[in-house]
């Protein structure tokens, strides 16, 4: 399927433009990264405490921060999940694995002094885990003239808590929403009443990483891209020249960079996430660019006496419906997956939506001008070279130098 057919745009023509924006976007993002003293790294790498806790009214984030900050040392923060109803991202940054043991109850029993009834000796029904639930009610049941077994009781609380976490996100806001459930009479219903409360929050999950083990993680995924990047260069040296190799690498480098450089500059965190996401920028970059070099080599072999530019011109317009086709469907993925995919996607569907815009413009403007300089400059060399005076003629030019094949 092609889109456009017989195109004749001069992309090598136009060329600066984009190296200019390029250069402005690095350097940007390497002022800002300085600036901030590297990239913001997530939980994941830099070790501590993330919680995402769900309130039933907006929430109150400097009152939120106050309280954390009075029982919690270090840096605290707290912000709005972006696209979560009244939900909150509350992250601390912890230097030892002995803050991390503690760090939970802390952080949990601060919101239920804050935001709950913590002198009403009643247990939290919204946080509450299915064994202290069953601990909680068994003997009042029992005492109110109920009395189940161990696994009538099991099944009992099984759906209560399926129906806070699954019919109401982790928010009941009244007992007597539960009156329809299967086996919930007067009975159990004024129990839970007399023996729990209804907090106002949720802690929906509890992400702990030890510094040590984030340390870790951050020298791996280096090393994975590194590793990845110097695959990719053999491989390109061995299949084409190693003048494509270098072209290919620079121009991955320049997406990453100017990746990273935009996360810094919009204060978004690096994850594991954001690393597979990067680590598939690498591939898709790497590939549409291979794409374009292929296409070079092929019409290397029948246009011989064509100038370089003017082939490579002519090798980006026949490549170009496929590159619309492939670029612009992914592109369309992952900005639906960053408009709709919610936070845990966030991370992950920026870098690829940044990746691929520019990712796809590297391939042409970045990496292929690569190669036509480096041929400028070894017909220039050429040109000059002794024997190009010494016959009194003028010296011939040699045609481009086809490249390897295997």
Request: proline share 3%; glycine share 8%.
């Amino acid at each position: 399927m092609e889109i456009f057919r017989n195109t004749n745009f001069d992309f090598l023509g136009h060329k600066w433009p984009f190296i200019t924006a390029s250069l402005v976007l690095s350097v940007a993002g390497i002022v800002s990264l300085i600036a901030k003293g590297g990239p913001r790294y997530g939980i994941d790498f830099r070790g501590g405490t993330n919680m995402f806790v769900k309130f039933q009214d907006p929430p109150q984030i400097q009152r939120i921060r106050t309280a954390l900050s009075q029982r919690i040392k270090g840096e605290i923060t707290v912000q709005n999940v972006v696209g979560g109803a009244n939900e909150v991202l509350i992250g601390t940054e912890l230097k030892s694995d002995t803050e991390l043991a503690v760090a939970r109850q802390a952080m949990t029993e601060t919101l239920e002094a804050t935001f709950g009834q913590p002198g009403s000796g009643k247990l939290d029904f919204n946080n509450a885990g299915r064994q202290a639930l069953v601990d909680r009610l068994r003997d009042p049941l029992i005492r109110n003239g109920v009395t189940l077994s161990d696994a009538e009781m099991q099944e009992l609380v099984g759906r209560l808590l399926d129906y806070r976490d699954k019919d109401r996100s982790g928010l009941v806001t009244s007992f007597d929403d539960m009156s329809t459930l299967s086996g919930v009479n007067a009975t159990v219903l004024n129990t839970l009443k007399q023996e729990c409360y209804l907090a106002g929050f949720n802690v929906k999950s509890v992400d702990i990483v030890g510094p040590k083990a984030g340390a870790e993680l951050r020298v791996q995924a280096i090393r994975a891209t590194l590793l990845a990047l110097a695959g990719m260069l053999v491989y390109i040296a061995f299949r084409f020249e190693w003048i494509y190799g270098v072209a290919a690498v620079v121009a991955v480098f320049h997406d990453t960079i100017i990746t990273i450089g935009l996360f810094s500059i919009f204060n978004k965190e690096i994850s594991l996430t954001v690393i597979a996401a990067l680590l598939t920028l690498v591939g898709y970059s790497m590939n549409d660019t291979i794409v374009v070099f292929d296409r070079i080599r092929e019409n290397l072999k029948i246009l011989r006496r064509e100038n370089l530019t003017s082939l490579v011109n002519k090798s980006v317009n026949q490549t170009l419906s496929r590159t619309i086709l492939t670029s612009g469907l992914t592109f369309l993925t992952v900005l639906a997956l960053f408009l709709f995919g919610g936070e845990v996607l966030h991370g992950f569907s920026f870098a690829l939506v940044i990746g691929i815009l520019i990712g796809t413009y590297s391939s042409v403007f970045v990496a292929s001008p690569i190669v036509v300089f480096w041929q400028d400059v070894r017909e220039s060399r050429k040109r000059r070279g002794p024997s190009a005076g010494t016959s009194g003629q003028a010296p011939r030019k040699n045609p481009v130098k086809a490249v390897k094949q295997t």
